[in-house]
């Protein structure tokens, strides 16, 4: 799971230490998680896969879905339940994908 963090990290240019501030982990977490002695708990994944704009899922290594970058470090509700909702019901990224580009319109920030 940490490689896909890292990975997620690279692609967002950002370092596990921003993501630790950002979110109010602590960085001992991240470190114990990288050198493999401690799996972070859902709550701390949740925050860091919400800052990151990815699913819990996909940080896991389970689900591909990935939202833009201009929605990192700050996801609504909103987006969080259309995914949830989405993926409860077998909807594909792209559908998805979709869905919260209608969002987006509906809340007057795409044209």
Do not use: C, H
């Not at 949740?46 to 970058?69: E, F, H, N, R, T």
């Not at 994908?97 to 969002?103: K, S």
């Amino acid at each position: 799971m940490y490689e896909i963090f890292e990975k997620i990290l690279e692609e967002k240019g950002l370092t596990a230490y921003k993501v630790a501030k950002a979110t109010g982990l602590s960085t001992s977490t991240l470190s114990n998680w990288k050198m493999g002695r401690y799996v972070p708990k859902l709550e701390k994944l949740q925050k860091i896969a919400i800052y990151l704009g990815v699913s819990v899922d996909y940080l896991m290594g389970i689900d591909k879905i990935v939202l833009p970058a201009e929605q990192v470090g700050g996801l609504s509700p909103e987006y969080i339940k259309v995914v949830s909702e989405a993926k409860e019901r077998g909807y594909s990224p792209e559908d998805i994908r979709i869905a919260l580009d209608m969002l987006d319109i509906a809340r007057g920030k795409k044209l």
